[in-house]
Structures are given as C-alpha cells and as structure tokens.
C-alpha cells in the first residue's frame, strides 16, 4: 500500500481516540484488513472495544462545548480546509479506497470527490443555521426560535462507501457544532482514519471527532446507544442492524439517522428512450459491482421493449471488465466478502430453479477469489427471492409487466422505500407515477440521483432522516423556543 502512495502517512494503523493516535488496543487483540481484490493483508490494526469507546465518547462530550461556541464562520473554515486537503489528496485516497474494498480506481476517486462535496456544502451552511422570530400570543411576549447543536454524535458505516458514508455525516455534524465518535466498518477502516488525519491537519480541535477500529460491533453499538452523553446515533447500513439499533437506543429515547436497505425498482415504459434507459440501467445496476443501498434491485420492463431492452442491455453487459480495481479499464471488481458471493449464488439459483433464464455471466469470474461474472436474469417473478430481498451484487433481474397500475402496484410492494427509477417520456404519466411510487427517492430519466445538493434518505423500513442538502443539517440540530415576557 504505502509504495502506491504520494503521501504514505495517509495509510494509518492506529485509532483516532479522544484526539490522540492509539496504536494498541486495551485487551492487545489486533485484526486484519485485507484486499479483497487479491485476499493479501493490508493493515493490522487495534481492536479496540467498550472501554476506548467510553474515553472517545467523555473526550467529545468535553471538547464539543467549546466547539458549539465556535462561530458558524470558524468551524466553516476548518471544513473548507478539508475539503481542499480531501481533492488534494483525492489520488492517494482513492488507492487506499481500492485497496480495502476492491471498486475500480476511478469509481474509488469518484467516491473521494462526491464525499468531499459534502464537506464543502455542510462548510458554506455552517453559516446558516438560522433560527426565527414568531409573533407573541399575548401582548408582552416575544418569540424566538433558535438551533442549537445536538451535542456528540455516534456514527457507524459500512463497507460499500467507506469514505462518502463517513464523510456525509461527519461533515453536518461538525459544521453545527456537534463533536462524533465514529465506527467504520471492519472490513475498510483505512479511508475513515485518512478522513481523520485530514481533518486533524485542516485544524479541528482533539476530541471532536474519534474513529474507533473494531470487530466487536456488537459491544461499541451497546456503548453509542446507552451511554447518555450521546445524543444521537447516525447509522448506514442493513435494516436489521437499523432495527437492532433503534431498539438499543429506545431506552433513552434517543435520536436516530438511519440509511438503511432498498430494494430499487427501476421501470421502462414502453414509450422510453430506450437506449438511455439501458445507460441508466448499467449506472444504477453494476455501480459499486452493484453493491449500493440505491442500485436497481428489480428492473421492470414493459412487455412491448422487454426483448429489446434485455438484448441491449446484454451487449453492455458483455462489454464489462471484470478485474482488480487497479487494473486500467475494469469497471467490476470483486464483491467484499465470500458471504456477498454465496448470497447472489443464492438468488440465481433460486430464480433459476422457479423458471428464470441467464441471459449473460450467472457463474463466479474465471478469476475465482471474490469475483463474480455481470448477470443478467429474464422471465422473473415476484415469488423469487430477488424480488423481496437487497442482492447487492452484479444481477440484474428483468421482470416483465403490462400496465402502468400493474407495475406501481409491484414496485411498491416491499416494506422497502429509498431509491426508485423509471424511463418515460409521457409527462402526465411521469407525474403520476413519481407520485405514486413509495420511495424517498424517484430518478425519471435518470439512473444516477446521489448529490450533496439534495436530500438523501428513505421511507418506510428503509430510515429515518435524510442525508445533504439544506435539509440534512436539521437532523443534527434541536430547535430550542425561548418565551421572552417584556
Ligand atoms: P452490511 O455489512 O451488510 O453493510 P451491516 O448493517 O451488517 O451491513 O453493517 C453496517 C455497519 O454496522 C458496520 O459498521 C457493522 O460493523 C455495523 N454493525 C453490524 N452489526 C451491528 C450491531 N449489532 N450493532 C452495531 N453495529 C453493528
């Protein structure tokens, strides 16, 4: 790792607890990050447990009083300072990115960028937290309404962005005065540490902002959820754990940002352009080797372009390079664990054996390792698995449909609600239908949506809150109403 590095410092092995380095844990145990792309180990690194967690969790509940005082100008300042360190050194973040998760470089460099811009947006808001005024209800009183920060705030991401999960809530939760105890996932811990030391160098104060290293998720979610120094707990990840953790955290009532599972339809009309659609298709499906919360789960297509749609999208599919994300030219790289392989396994073989057809791949890559072949599957229906559940994986399932009713109808039967797509160019239609589509998100015409401009979240069981935009800062603030008597 550190000879593919212009900055070899940016490849910690230590912690970031209560604003110093920690290269040993308190029970001595260490694990291993390795490449998932060639299985070789990457790093050693502490495993830390409850016990750091608390002195990250007292450091950031003393350290964040002095931040809250901050002017919003000051702390925008050190977030903008980041923001820059993060593009000047977006190269050499994206070779660590590659290397503990295995998405092509230049997806891993498209990552760096897109995590930066929230830090650059959540920069210029700091300075618009702005409160109200309300008209008195009796003659003698003033109104006044006025945001104040939510106080520490735990997070815990996943593998699949280590950097933009991080980095999307890290920077809203700073900008408002906020200090964070963060748990990136095990798998890919690398790119959150680099996120720290940078934030260090653009001058955030010590204690702010923690990173704890551990296997032992389980313990450190207990300690976010039921120490009361923490106010809040903001989670990415599978709507199990989502579940597990808004339980945890009922005891003390405490407040939730949760981006959990979709289960994306992505729908062509007959009237489509069919052509963009296919392009949509391949963005939203094998992005990230379709493994992302918002990639098109089931893809519905209109009996009238069903067979022109799935020849189409075969000859692109065919055209994927499968490989090591450091290769020049490989648009798939290898899926993050042999968990992820065996459940895409799974949903073929069950589609297959209830009467679905592979039109292309279907098997682990020649390559064997993680790597598995882009696959596309015809003739599916709503009693396979795939229809129900998140694949995360390069397949995409083409079900067929007739009627407008009929396929919202479909769409919308999960307990599902984060992303959604679909491909027309009937105006009327295109209203109705992104108004009947239970989902937090709707791209028409379109298979990319994720901006730091716009609000990003779910409904239903897929969360609670939303992330970016002007109204992403609101989850890490309290309105506090004062009653003035003149
Ligand atoms: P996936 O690994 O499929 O992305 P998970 O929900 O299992 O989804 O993992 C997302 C994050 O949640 C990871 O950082 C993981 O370590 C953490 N995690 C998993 N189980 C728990 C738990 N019981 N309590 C707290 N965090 C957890």
């Known amino acids: 790792?550190?000879?593919?590095?212009?900055?070899?410092?940016?490849?910690?092995?230590?912690?970031?607890?209560?604003?110093?380095?920690?290269?040993?844990?308190?029970?001595?145990?260490?694990?291993?990050?390795?490449?998932?792309?060639?299985?070789?180990?990457?790093?050693?690194?502490?495993?830390?447990?409850?016990?750091?967690?608390?002195?990250?969790?007292?450091?950031?509940?003393?350290?964040?009083?002095?931040?809250?005082?901050?002017?919003?100008?000051?702390?925008?300042?050190?977030?903008?300072?980041?923001?820059?360190?993060?593009?000047?050194?977006?190269?050499?973040?994206?070779?660590?990115?590659?290397?503990?998760?295995?998405?092509?470089?230049?997806?891993?460099?498209?990552?760096?960028?897109?995590?930066?811009?929230?830090?650059?947006?959540?920069?210029?808001?700091?300075?618009?937290?702005?409160?109200?005024?309300?008209?008195?209800?009796?003659?003698?009183?003033?109104?006044?309404?006025?945001?104040?920060?939510?106080?520490?705030?735990?997070?815990?991401?996943?593998?699949?962005?280590?950097?933009?999960?991080?980095?999307?809530?890290?920077?809203?939760?700073?900008?408002?005065?906020?200090?964070?105890?963060?748990?990136?996932?095990?798998?890919?811990?690398?790119?959150?540490?680099?996120l720290a030391l940078l934030a260090e160098r653009a001058g955030l104060p010590a204690g702010i902002f923690s990173v704890i290293l551990s296997t032992d998720a389980v313990s450190v979610g207990k300690e976010f959820t039921e120490n009361d120094k923490v106010r809040k707990l903001t989670f990415t990840g599978s709507t199990a754990v989502g579940k597990i953790l808004m339980r945890q955290g009922a005891d003390q009532i405490m407040k939730l940002g949760l981006e959990l599972g979709g289960n994306a339809p992505f729908i062509v009309f007959d009237d489509a352009d069919l052509d963009a659609a296919v392009e949509g298709a391949m963005v939203s499906k094998y992005r990230n080797n379709g493994q992302t919360c918002v990639c098109a789960n089931r893809l519905y297509v209109q009996a009238g372009v069903y067979d022109a749609f799935a020849?189409?999208?075969?000859?692109?599919?065919?055209?994927?390079?499968?490989?090591?994300?450091?290769?020049?030219?490989?648009?798939?790289?290898?899926?993050?664990?042999?968990?992820?392989?065996?459940?895409?396994?799974?949903?073929?073989?069950?589609?297959?054996?209830?009467?679905?057809?592979?039109?292309?791949?279907?098997?682990?890559?020649?390559?064997?390792?993680?790597?598995?072949?882009?696959?596309?599957?015809?003739?599916?229906?709503s009693d396979m698995k795939i229809a129900r559940e998140e694949t995360f994986g390069p397949v995409a399932p083409l079900f067929k449909f007739e009627t407008e009713e009929e396929v919202i109808a479909m769409a919308n039967n999960t307990e599902f609600g984060l992303a959604s797509y679909f491909y027309s160019k009937d105006i009327s239609k295109i209203f109705r239908v992104a108004e009947a589509l239970e989902y937090g998100m709707v791209g028409i015409n379109t298979g990319l949506i994720s901006t730091e401009v716009a609000p990003f979240g779910g409904i239903k069981q897929s969360g609670l809150g939303r992330e970016g935009s002007k109204y992403g800062i609101d989850d890490y603030l309290e309105i506090k109403y004062l009653c003035l008597s003149v």
Request: glycine fraction near 8%.
């Open 1 to 194: 790792l550190l000879s593919k590095l212009k900055d070899p410092s940016l490849a910690i092995d230590k912690a970031l607890i209560a604003g110093e380095w920690v290269a040993t844990s308190e029970s001595g145990n260490t694990f291993d990050v390795t490449n998932p792309s060639t299985g070789e180990v990457i790093a050693t690194l502490p495993d830390m447990n409850r016990a750091e967690t608390v002195r990250a969790i007292d450091a950031a509940h003393t350290a964040q009083k002095a931040w809250a005082k901050k002017t919003g100008k000051e702390r925008a300042g050190i977030l903008r300072k980041l923001y820059e360190l993060l593009v000047a050194n977006a190269d050499d973040l994206a070779v660590i990115l590659t290397m503990e998760m295995g998405k092509p470089l230049a997806e891993a460099k498209g990552e760096i960028l897109y995590g930066a811009s929230y830090v650059e947006w959540f920069a210029e808001e700091a300075k618009r937290v702005y409160g109200d005024t309300i008209p008195g209800h009796q003659e003698d009183k003033r109104i006044i309404i006025i945001k104040q920060p939510v106080g520490v705030v735990a997070a815990i991401t996943p593998w699949n962005f280590p950097n933009a999960m991080l980095a999307r809530k890290f920077a809203p939760a700073v900008a408002v005065g906020c200090a964070m105890v963060s748990k990136p996932a095990a798998e890919t811990p690398l790119s959150a540490l680099a």
């Open 311 to 381: 020849r189409k999208l075969a000859e692109k599919v065919a055209a994927m390079k499968v490989g090591d994300g450091f290769e020049p030219g490989v648009n798939a790289g290898p899926l993050i664990t042999d968990k992820a392989v065996a459940k895409v396994q799974e949903h073929i073989a069950d589609a297959v054996a209830k009467g679905a057809s592979i039109a292309i791949g279907g098997k682990p890559d020649a390559r064997g390792g993680l790597f598995f072949q882009p696959t596309i599957l015809t003739g599916v229906t």
